[in-house]
């Protein structure tokens, strides 16, 4: 006999799942490839201009040019040395917004009470420009790294919370009904039926902040005192006119940020499988 953890599973069902099991995996293996397409015939685009002097201007150096910058700055240790510097205030003020707003979404999507006393003040707060905040987390926190990563922690707080809060609310009726036919407690329905219901939810808001909270890096990194990290790159870069350096850094923003969602993707995968597979 199937438990209620079952039967829950049997009622949101898992079509996405059954989809890409009857996929070819060769269909599967081309799409990947296909990602590559663009990036590729814009790197040709741009080896062409530079190669045939059609642009005559310091503002778009060749690749090879940029290639040998990247040599250089991976030989010399420069650039992992800054891009720790930048995982490291990311990782800190992801996992602070994170959890904060695990904290708050929750408290909003169970407690109705709290929600009419701070979901207000909430939507309010979630309508200022992140960057907006600069100016006071400056005054309030200095320039340094403790500012940083505050600013980087209310980038990741916001979509969290908003995601949290949605998912939990909106988890269907059919799933609750399952709750009452079992006599569950209320603990029950919110670990057994709630959580993992609105699980997927959940996850989008924490991949969002893990995107966001990289995004915010590199400006709080650019506005304000840069130190040690990938912004600088960008910085260094732009005030000695080094298009070339300015090129690798986004490079290597939009590598590290490639990577981030890849490995978020794979991630919720196994989390998906998880939610789905039946308890005996």
Request: net charge positive; charged share 10%; aromatic share 10%.
């Amino acid at each position: 006999m199937n438990t209620p953890v079952s039967a829950v599973a049997a009622l949101r069902g898992d079509s996405t799942a059954a989809a890409e099991s009857l996929a070819p995996s060769r269909v599967r293996l081309s799409g990947r490839w296909r990602g590559l397409v663009l990036p590729l015939a814009a790197i040709a685009l741009w080896w062409a201009v530079t190669s045939l002097h059609l642009v005559n201007s310091a503002l778009l150096v060749p690749p090879a040019k940029v290639w040998q910058t990247a040599v250089d700055q991976f030989a010399s240790g420069q650039v992992w040395l800054a891009l720790g510097a930048s995982l490291a205030r990311e990782l800190t003020g992801f996992v602070i917004g994170t959890t904060a707003g695990l904290v708050l979404g929750a408290l909003l999507g169970f407690l109705p009470l709290f929600d009419r006393l701070v979901g207000p003040s909430f939507n309010t707060f979630k309508q200022v420009s992140l960057f907006a905040w600069i100016p006071l987390i400056s005054v309030w926190f200095g320039l340094g790294d403790v500012a940083k990563v505050v600013f980087l922690s209310l980038a990741a707080l916001v979509p969290v919370v908003v995601n949290t809060c949605d998912g939990i609310r909106n988890v269907p009726q059919s799933l609750l009904e399952v709750g009452r036919v079992y006599r569950y407690t209320q603990w029950q329905t919110m670990t057994q039926i709630v959580l993992p219901a609105a699980l997927p939810a959940i996850f989008t808001g924490i991949y969002l902040a893990l995107i966001y909270s990289w995004l915010a890096t590199i400006g709080a990194e650019y506005l304000l005192v840069a130190g040690r990290g990938v912004g600088n790159i960008l910085i260094e870069g732009s005030e000695h006119f080094r298009m070339d350096l300015v090129i690798f850094g986004m490079f290597i923003i939009g590598l590290v940020g490639w990577l981030m969602n890849a490995s978020a993707r794979v991630v919720e995968r196994h989390i998906g499988r998880w939610r789905v597979r039946p308890s005996s």
